[in-house]
């Protein structure tokens, strides 16, 4: 078909899909345009540009497309939960977890939707409506491993550690090499004072995904609880040389660095981590 002169019909916005669903987005993207331009009221003609928009790292775009297909029709579980994805990248979970919380609200069998408002909850340090999300997207779908992980940080964060190790040994049973199921199991054995085997855990969960800075911090909360502050403070350190941008990572850092005598060095951190946060609240404000 030529796409160029097709007509703006749905005959022309299916040959559109088909050919972005083909692999082909390039090709897709001016019948999409066309619709756009054309405000003929063509929802999947905003939210299918919005994903070769995001895909491009045009964010801002994404979104201006997304709220104009909501603002055409409100019922769209699949846009709020895009925008909430996007929100929560952003760093602003109140809007990441409003538009989340609207995709499950107009899709209750949304599972993909209800395990990340999960770890959005977890984030927000609201375990008991984390733990609700996550057994509620593992009803939809029993083996989805990001649920199980969600469950399990949930119940131990509840001081459920019996429950929350059982729920870790389950997600490492779907997925055995899992630096993230070896992670969550660290934590717990963390929480339950059995240092040794979360170092364990945590050290072979970093072995395969070494740049993950979660993975790094709960790592170095183990060394700090056995006492091995310099050991911690290496880990952080490393950490932070490959995330110059994780807040989180420095305000650790600075905390054992400080523990450890190293003042100086925990000043320098310490700064680094309020000017990342000013840079946040900048970036949210504007």
Same mark, same amino acid.
């Given at each position: 078909?030529?796409?160029?002169?097709?007509?703006l019909?749905?005959?022309?916005?299916?040959?559109?899909?088909?050919?972005?669903?083909?692999g082909?987005?390039?090709?897709?993207?001016?019948?999409?345009?066309?619709?756009?331009?054309?405000?003929? +009221?063509?929802?999947?003609?905003y939210t299918? !540009?919005?994903?070769?928009?995001?895909?491009?790292?045009?964010g801002?775009?994404?979104?201006?497309?997304? /709220?104009?297909?909501?603002? #055409?029709?409100?019922?769209?579980?699949?846009?709020? %939960?895009?925008?909430?994805? &996007?929100?929560?990248?952003? +760093?602003?979970t109140?809007?990441?977890?409003?538009?989340?919380?609207r995709?499950?609200?107009?899709?209750?069998?949304?599972?993909?939707?209800?395990?990340?408002?999960?770890?959005? !909850?977890?984030?927000?340090?609201?375990?008991?409506a984390?733990? #609700?999300?996550?057994?509620?997207?593992? @009803?939809?779908?029993?083996d989805?491993?990001?649920a199980? #992980?969600?469950?399990?940080?949930?119940l131990?964060?509840?001081?459920?550690?019996?429950?929350?190790?059982a729920?870790a040994?389950?997600?490492?049973?779907?997925?055995?090499?899992?630096?993230?199921?070896m992670?969550a199991? +660290?934590?717990?054995?963390r &929480?339950?004072?059995?240092?040794?085997?979360? &170092?364990?855990a945590?050290? /072979?969960?970093?072995?395969?995904?070494?740049?993950?800075?979660? !993975?790094?911090?709960?790592?170095?909360?183990v060394?700090? @609880? /056995?006492?091995?502050l310099?050991?911690?403070?290496?880990?952080l350190?490393?950490?932070?040389?490959?995330?110059?941008?994780?807040?989180?990572?420095f305000? /650790? !850092?600075?905390?054992?660095q400080?523990?450890a005598?190293r %003042?100086?060095?925990?000043?320098?951190a310490?700064?680094?981590?309020?000017?990342l946060?000013?840079?946040?609240?900048?970036?949210?404000?504007?």
């Amino acid at each position: 078909m030529d796409a160029a002169a097709g007509a703006l019909d749905t005959a022309l916005l299916q040959w559109a899909i088909d050919r972005h669903l083909a692999g082909h987005p390039a090709e897709a993207e001016p019948v999409y345009e066309r619709f756009v331009a054309a405000g003929l +009221g063509f929802t999947a003609a905003y939210t299918n !540009l919005a994903a070769i928009e995001l895909a491009r790292g045009r964010g801002d775009r994404a979104i201006a497309l997304w /709220q104009s297909a909501l603002r #055409i029709e409100e019922n769209l579980p699949d846009c709020w %939960y895009d925008l909430g994805n &996007e929100w929560r990248r952003r +760093g602003d979970t109140s809007a990441a977890r409003r538009h989340l919380e609207r995709a499950v609200e107009l899709r209750p069998g949304f599972a993909d939707a209800r395990c990340n408002l999960s770890s959005l !909850l977890i984030a927000l340090a609201d375990a008991d409506a984390a733990l #609700i999300q996550a057994e509620a997207a593992l @009803k939809l779908r029993p083996d989805f491993l990001e649920a199980v #992980i969600n469950r399990t940080t949930a119940l131990r964060l509840l001081g459920r550690v019996e429950e929350a190790e059982a729920s870790a040994r389950h997600a490492l049973e779907l997925a055995p090499s899992s630096p993230l199921a070896m992670g969550a199991l +660290g934590s717990v054995l963390r &929480e339950q004072g059995r240092l040794t085997d979360a &170092e364990q855990a945590l050290r /072979q969960a970093l072995a395969a995904d070494p740049l993950s800075p979660e !993975l790094s911090i709960n790592l170095a909360l183990v060394l700090q @609880k /056995q006492g091995r502050l310099d050991d911690g403070v290496a880990v952080l350190a490393a950490a932070t040389a490959q995330h110059r941008d994780r807040g989180d990572l420095f305000s /650790q !850092l600075g905390q054992l660095q400080f523990l450890a005598g190293r %003042y100086l060095e925990a000043m320098e951190a310490y700064r680094r981590q309020a000017t990342l946060q000013d840079r946040k609240s900048t970036r949210l404000n504007s």
